[in-house]
């Protein structure tokens, strides 16, 4: 409608525009404050609380929080095990006919995962800060989709090096998810919050670890059909279970709050969850520079974070090819060689989850306590294998114990996200780096302590856990000194600034 006044004069003009600023700023105010009194600037803690976060805040944050929780920690967790079901195929296929159809009699299982770990490790910083330029929603499906092709195309392989080739194009791809949505994650989701979904998207890789020994078994009875091995059915059917997860990303993945176009959002419940970041102090995507790399880079955070996760990545002995290659040896059927694995998988989805509660409940938000647990129970049980000689009831049982140790994943991404909050592009780059440089680790140090040919006592890789335990409880509590002396300066500097 228009005013019933002449804006062709100037001087009016200018008066209107100026009102009609006023009464849009107004607007835009009274907005602001509806959004603030919907969210707590210190989140509510009562029972209620200890079963789940949400419960305790407003009708309208718990309507976004359903919402939000339906569809990215969905997709994240099916990411997840789509991403951790073909990237442990390989190692169930190797115990299910590979090895003897193709002849790989000596290392090469290791050579194998070795070259899907250098392009993952070369994968996974460009990646992350490429998430904060271009919109995930379209990044993220683009490598599922092209790792989900690639897996299939293991069915074609005759010789082990085609197998490399893949392995590394797979790696690559595999590299953008894990990092990529525990950043996006870390720009969702409040202090109170966090943990616990870092820790459900986390677990679901162990789902996807037991789900992979359950195919494998099942698939093992189509050998012959088509044409194919039982082994080689298990990539078949990981595609076609991976396809329809990674396209599906296109349509509901909600990018990030300053810049989602979600269509499940309406603009109040953006406005909400930009608020709820600015009380986190998260930072928004703002533009590289030269002075923020170096900030970032004479930080002790990018340091500290990054061996912590070099540690726990590192730390969880040889994982369930150990397990696997034990019983092998045991003489057990090769459905219970991809069965019985998948039980320290499931103590991982378990433990996972109470670390994930108890950090964000009873410890208060404090991370460190269920990291030193989890490093203490490593020791112990690595201790116990290095002995080797003992009996196979205890020996059985350690292998199982070691799903202790792969449920604070989360909880150290979660850390990083408070500590890095104030700038968007540390927080991309520290939560890459940790997860980059674990992997450059694992791309060498199983070459020389998880050696195929010493399975399945690794006389050099379990004492070599033992001092990887004990280094991983020393960093958590330097980086909880650390991270207090900061916190108390700003709080210094906040008040002398007051």
């Keep these: 409608m228009s005013p019933p006044f002449d804006l062709s004069d100037p001087v009016t003009y200018r008066f209107y525009s ?9 607007s835009g105010a009274h907005a602001d404050s509806r959004i603030a009194e919907l969210v707590d600037e210190v989140p509510k803690r009562s029972w209620k609380s200890y079963l789940w976060d949400s419960l305790e805040k407003s009708p309208e944050e718990r309507k976004f929080l359903m919402k939000l929780d339906t569809v990215l920690l969905t997709f994240a967790s099916l990411g997840y095990f789509i991403k951790y079901l073909d990237q442990i195929n390989i190692n169930n296929a190797f115990v299910s006919g590979m090895k003897e159809d193709l002849g790989l009699w000596g290392n090469e299982l290791n050579y194998m995962t070795t070259c899907w770990t250098v392009g993952y490790v070369l994968g996974e910083v460009p990646s992350n800060l490429l998430l904060t330029r271009v919109r995930p929603s379209l990044w993220i499906p683009a490598c599922e989709v092209t790792w989900s092709v690639l897996t299939i195309l293991m069915v074609k392989c005759t010789n082990v090096n085609q197998i490399y080739v893949l392995r590394f194009f797979i790696g690559l791809a595999e590299s953008a998810f894990y990092p990529g949505m525990q950043y ?13 979904r870092s820790c459900i998207f986390h677990a679901s890789g162990a789902l996807g670890t037991m789900f992979s020994g359950y195919l494998m078994a099942a698939t093992y009875n189509l050998g012959g059909s088509g044409g194919f091995h039982g082994w080689q059915w298990l990539f078949i059917v990981d595609t076609i279970i991976s396809l329809p997860i990674a396209i599906a990303g296109f349509f509901i993945l909600p990018d990030l709050p300053e810049i989602t176009k979600a269509w499940f959002f309406n603009a109040d419940e953006i406005a909400l969850a930009q608020k709820r970041m600015q009380l986190e102090g998260r930072a928004n995507r703002s533009p590289f520079t030269k002075a923020k790399f170096k900030r970032i880079f004479k930080t002790w955070h990018i340091y500290l974070l990054t061996a912590l996760y070099v540690f726990f990545n590192n730390g969880g002995g040889a994982g369930a090819v150990g397990f696997q290659l034990w019983l092998k040896a045991k003489g057990y059927s090769v459905t219970y060689v991809n069965t019985i694995p998948t039980i320290t998988a499931a103590i991982t989805v378990i433990t996972t989850l109470i670390y994930a509660w108890t950090s964000d409940t009873i410890f208060r938000g404090a991370r460190w306590p269920p ?4 490093g203490t ?3 112990f049980v690595n201790a116990c294998l290095t002995a080797w000689n003992i009996p196979d009831g205890l020996k059985f049982a350690c292998f199982l114990m070691l799903g202790f140790s792969g449920g604070i994943s989360g909880l150290t991404f979660a850390w990083a ?12 780059l520290v939560t890459g780096s940790m997860n980059e440089m674990a992997y450059v680790f694992q791309a060498w140090v199983p070459l020389l302590i998880w050696q195929q040919v010493e399975a ?29 002396k900061e916190k108390r300066r700003r709080t210094a500097s906040a008040v002398t600034a007051e």
Aim: hydrophobic share 35%; aromatic share 8%.
């Design 371 to 374: 990291i030193v647990f989890s």
């Design 456 to 484: 399945p006592q690794y006389p050099k890789g379990y004492p070599t856990m033992v001092g990887v335990g004990i280094a991983l409880i020393t960093t958590s509590l330097v980086i909880r000194y650390l991270h207090q």
């Design 184 to 196: 996006i994650i870390g720009s969702w989701y409040r202090k109170d919050e966090l943990a616990k």
């Design 377 to 379: 129970v490593n020791i």
């Design 18 to 26: 100026l009102d009609h600023a006023s009464s849009s700023s107004e």
């Design 417 to 428: 996200h408070e500590i890095c909050a104030e700038d968007n592009e540390e927080r991309a």
